[in-house]
């Protein structure tokens, strides 16, 4: 029979080797025909990964692995910035005329070519590098799954009260984290900004907390109130995503307008102002879905 210790490091090593084994497959498939929905998925598994490595860091028995943390968060990097620019052109393209100037629209349109440009050329020498750094990732994960061998043979589904322990304290390590957080938010007075950097402070809690959840779920894959939390935690964290990649916007136009001609950039201010509405108005419902949920106190 296996120690509580013994056992740990079995969940540990079989959640570890699901994800890098993921990881893998998809690098393997990204390497010989990248296309965006792969590049996305494996963007994901290489997160995945790294932060199930992270989750069990110092655990006995588990080994470190920096060779696969190093080129996974390479791979993610390597096609972070065409994810970005994706996610502007979205955006400007999601600004409807309603009543803006001739002059914003001439801005808009402007802009939103400018970001196509610069998609096109960020993409001419990314298959490539893609490919390379996939083919690195392949091999770290395959140079590090034999150590990765788990004993035990109900996977990583456990009822073991050392692994209950140890998921409970990390889980009560990251719930309090984001709710203090959450409760510290002071109330908003009418016309004041959001505090945007708490915000998104709050947003990547809210992410490592549900990452957490994701992994304590294969501990207990029938649990119901797990797999509702793990659901809230991607709706709050999917609400705070639209707020930053608000905030990212308004630098990435203010960035292109200044490389406009004259009469292109007349509407920029108009424009920039549109943006900030919608960053202002999606901080807003983030707020109200953190009170309803985490219980924002109120002062």
């Known amino acids: 029979m296996l120690t509580a210790r013994g056992s740990l490091a079995s969940f540990a090593r079989a959640t570890l080797l699901r994800r890098l084994r993921k990881a893998a497959r998809l690098a393997a498939a990204t ?9 996305h998925d494996l963007r994901v598994a290489c997160r995945r990964a790294r932060e199930a490595m992270a989750f069990f860091e110092r655990v006995p028995g588990v080994p470190t692995l920096p060779d696969v943390d190093r080129a996974a968060r390479r791979m993610a990097k390597a096609v972070r910035t065409l994810r970005e620019i994706d996610v502007a052109i979205r955006a400007v393209r999601a600004l409807g005329a309603g009543s803006r100037s001739s ?8 802009v939103l070519a400018a970001l196509q440009r610069r998609k096109r050329s960020a993409a001419t020498p990314r298959p490539r590098r893609v490919g390379r750094r996939a083919a690195k990732l392949e091999q770290a994960i395959a140079q590090a799954l034999p150590g ?3 004993e035990s043979a109900g996977g990583p589904a456990t009822a073991d009260p050392g692994v209950r322990r140890f998921l409970r304290r ?5 719930a309090t984290n984001v709710k203090r957080q959450v409760r510290a938010l002071p109330p908003r007075r009418r016309g004041e900004e959001p505090p945007y950097e708490r ?27 797990r797999g509702d939390r793990v659901t809230l935690l991607r709706r709050l964290q999917d609400a705070g995503g639209k707020t930053q990649d608000l905030t990212d916007l308004v630098d990435m136009v203010r960035t292109e307008v200044q490389a406009l001609p004259p009469p292109d950039a007349v509407g920029a201010e108009a424009l920039l102002s ?26």
């Open 199 to 225: 915000l998104h402070r709050i947003r990547v809690g809210i992410k490592q907390w549900r990452y957490a959840e994701e992994i304590a779920l294969l501990a207990a894959p029938k649990s119901r109130a």
């Open 274 to 299: 549109a943006i900030r509405r919608r960053r202002e108005r999606a901080a807003a419902a983030f707020i109200r879905m953190l009170g309803r949920h985490l219980g924002r106190q109120k002062s």
């Open 31 to 39: 390497r010989k025909k990248p296309n965006e929905r792969l590049v």
């Open 148 to 150: 990765l061998a788990v």
């Open 170 to 174: 990390r889980l009560s390590v990251e």
């Open 103 to 110: 002059e914003t629209e001439r801005t808009r349109r402007a």
